[in-house]
């Protein structure tokens, strides 16, 4: 009799559970001798050996987390170099003899190549391993940062971080796919957890020790010491981090089907929207606690806030991969009671902490829960998918300062918290509804 054989890897010995199995076994075992015993009777030779191998299919990859941290730590330096001239426009200003409102544009620049990058170098790129293409992002922030810190002018400033800002758009758009594709389905939402961590990390403790190490030892050596750690990124990258295969030629379609694919177009609706919400008292927290005469400084509110997302974030990895949608629905309704709270005990100190708390712990996991419903919902086309994601991020930063300004020019910073919870809301609706192909119900 023949056996029916499957494919298995290498050196995994799995029987065939519907024919029956044989045994090979040499010559001298298929007629076995006969052995006494004391008394008298006798007993077969032992048995054959038989591999010891479980046959519950093929081994389960290893989760990898090095190359996870490596990733962590690549968002990480991502938000580290897009934020720190924010805290350092007094000092980059002196420096390259301009006003502080030019030296600003150091930061619209870069989101301006972020929204511009992003969706042409995924598109352009789909096809690349995933690896070379990692280290091309991290080579060109080194480069850049580098750059930064030498620049003699505010015109080479700003191309350089515009060019930063592209490379940053590339590593957005393929970072999030890169973790899934590396990880088993079924922990890719705890894979994506770990490597976002990075960002409330950064907003936590990255920025604002950048902003001190700056305003110490001078602007540029932040820039430079930016550039020393994405080189150790880089080699870390290089060790630590498996290389995938990008999406196969014969699987790709144009954008505008990526687009269309049922689900997509209201996951992007909630990143602006939720995005646009958030930042409107992220960019301006400072006026608004100044408006509110509370004696609480916006750096230490900022820290506050992203200790509570490192929070957030820890809660998502453990609950994406089995309740993406439950997830979702809290972490927007916990977004919307944070602004209640501001709403409602305006001036007083304790509950202003209480909703920021509330606030980070909220939004802390929202890049992870996005990514990974537009990953679901998208399936092998999520790198395209996840840089429509990452523009609708930059795009909503853009609203929030245009959005932003109006309300606090006008009727004053007291209104952001009517404002994002008005936002906020509308987010909240777009997950409900959302049930059938955005934001699915988990196993």
């Excluded at 919400?277 to 806030?305: G, M, S």
Aim: glycine share 10%.
């Amino acid at each position: 009799m023949r056996t029916r054989s499957t494919h298995h890897p290498p050196h995994v010995n799995v029987p065939d559970a519907s024919v029956p199995q044989e045994i090979e076994v040499s010559d001298s075992a298929q007629a076995p001798s006969r052995r006494g015993t004391a008394s008298g009777s006798t007993l077969p030779d032992d048995p054959p050996a038989i591999s010891s191998t479980p046959a519950s299919g093929p081994a389960v990859p290893r989760f990898p987390l090095p190359a996870l941290i490596v990733m962590a730590c690549t968002t990480f330096i991502g938000i580290v170099t897009e934020t720190m001239p924010a805290g350092l426009l007094p000092q980059i200003a002196r420096g390259l003899c301009v006003s502080d409102g030019a030296a600003g544009q150091l930061v619209s620049v870069y989101a301006v190549g972020a929204v511009l990058g992003a969706i042409p170098a995924v598109m352009l790129t789909r096809g690349a391993r995933r690896k070379p293409l990692l280290c091309a992002g991290l080579l060109g922030f080194l480069l850049a940062n580098t750059a930064t810190a030498l620049a003699p002018d505010l015109l080479v400033a700003l191309l350089v971080r515009f060019v930063a800002g592209a490379f940053s758009g590339l590593l957005w758009g393929m970072l999030a796919g890169y973790a899934m594709r590396i990880t088993a389905p079924e922990r890719a939402g705890r894979a994506l957890a770990i490597a976002m961590a990075g960002i409330p990390i950064a907003l936590a403790a990255g920025t604002p020790l950048g902003t001190w190490f700056g305003s110490t030892v001078g602007w540029r050596w932040a820039f430079a010491g930016s550039s020393l750690f994405t080189a150790v990124i880089l080699i870390s990258a290089l060790i630590l981090v498996p290389d995938a295969p990008g999406q196969n030629a014969g699987t790709r379609i144009p954008l505008l089907k990526v687009l269309r694919i049922p689900g997509l177009a209201t996951i992007l609706g909630v990143v602006f929207l939720w995005l646009l919400a958030h930042n409107l008292l992220y960019t301006y927290i400072a006026p608004y606690l100044r408006q509110e005469h509370l004696d609480l400084k916006p750096d230490l509110a900022l820290v506050i806030f992203g200790v509570a997302a490192i929070g957030g974030i820890g809660i998502t990895g453990m609950l994406v991969d089995r309740m993406l949608r439950r997830l979702t629905v809290a972490s927007v309704g916990l977004f919307v009671a944070a602004g209640l709270v501001l709403l409602a005990t305006q001036g007083s100190k304790p509950f202003t902490i209480l909703a920021i708390v509330l606030w980070g712990l909220s939004f802390g996991g929202s890049a992870t829960q996005l990514q990974t419903a537009a990953g679901a919902a998208t399936g092998e086309h999520a790198d395209a998918a996840i840089s429509m994601v990452t523009t609708a991020f930059n795009l909503a930063i853009f609203a929030a300062g245009a959005v932003g300004a109006v309300f606090v020019d006008g009727v004053g910073a007291k209104a952001l918290p009517a404002v994002m919870i008005a936002f906020a809301a509308v987010a909240l609706i777009a997950v409900g509804l959302g049930r059938r192909s955005a934001f699915r119900p988990g196993p």
